[in-house]
């Protein structure tokens, strides 16, 4: 079975700042990788995957990825970061041939404007 | 908004009841996915439906048992309920064969509380 694993669960910081958050996955196989995120009262939303090809991915609202598969990582990366990025972030795989998400804890993060 | 609907939005139940959640997909989507999320945890796989019929489960015990309609609405029910239920549930529908990679909609969740 997939595991993910996040660090720094909790991260606060000032807008403008640069934002990079960790995962890290345990799986033999070929795998999805996932960033979902769920901003104060919302649902999980996609904020971008890697499935194949080049390794960095490109999402939404100026957020991206980098798949490394030596070390089994995807960390999610935002070069300034606003206000309104304040959200819970979500790490996710799953194997090909299934949809069923492993997830990660999760990362607070806190935007002090 | 994701299309994906589920309720109640909150419930309270006492430790040994049986509680029934549902979740209506977005429309077309005959693949839908629960997720248990407890508090400060990321969301766990509970089971996968795809057109009615069970396609997958996570680590949980028989007494989580869940329905697929064939309008593709769905039921997560859970017996004889215990503290460590109390959790958000999620439900996530997608389109198409569950093969990999498919966007998953996820609706805000069932917010269960069991004293």
């Known amino acids: 079975a997939q595991s993910v694993s996040q660090h720094n669960h909790h991260v606060i910081l000032s807008e403008a700042a640069s934002l990079e958050l960790g995962c890290n996955y345990s799986?033999?196989?070929?795998?999805?990788l996932f960033w979902y995120v769920q901003y104060p009262g919302q649902h999980l939303q996609l904020l971008l995957k890697?499935?194949?090809?080049?390794?960095l991915v490109k999402g939404i609202k100026g957020f991206e990825a980098e798949f490394i598969k030596s070390k089994f990582s995807f960390n999610l990366r935002k070069p300034s970061v606003q206000w309104s990025d304040t959200a819970e972030y979500f790490c996710a795989v799953n194997a090909q041939g299934n949809n069923r998400l492993a997830f990660g804890k999760g990362n607070q993060v806190v935007v002090i404007p | 908004e994701t299309g994906v609907t589920q309720s109640p939005t909150h419930l309270i139940k006492t430790r040994g009841q049986q509680v029934t959640l549902r979740c209506s997909s977005q429309?077309?989507?005959?693949?839908v996915s629960w997720y248990q999320q407890a508090l400060g945890q990321g969301p766990q796989f509970i089971f996968q439906y795809y057109r009615e019929e069970e396609n997958g489960r996570g680590n949980f015990p028989p007494r989580f048992s869940g329905l697929q309609f064939p309008n593709y609405s769905s039921e997560l029910n859970v017996n004889a309920l215990e503290l460590d239920d109390s959790a958000l549930y999620l439900c996530?529908?997608?389109?198409?064969?569950?093969?990999?990679?498919?966007?998953?909609?996820f609706g805000s969740g069932t917010q269960l509380s069991v004293l």
């Open positions: 429309s077309g989507h005959n693949t």
């Open positions: 890697y499935f194949s090809g080049d390794p």
């Open positions: 996530a529908s997608s389109l198409g064969a569950p093969k990999g990679g498919e966007k998953l909609f």
């Open positions: 799986y033999g196989g070929t795998v999805n």
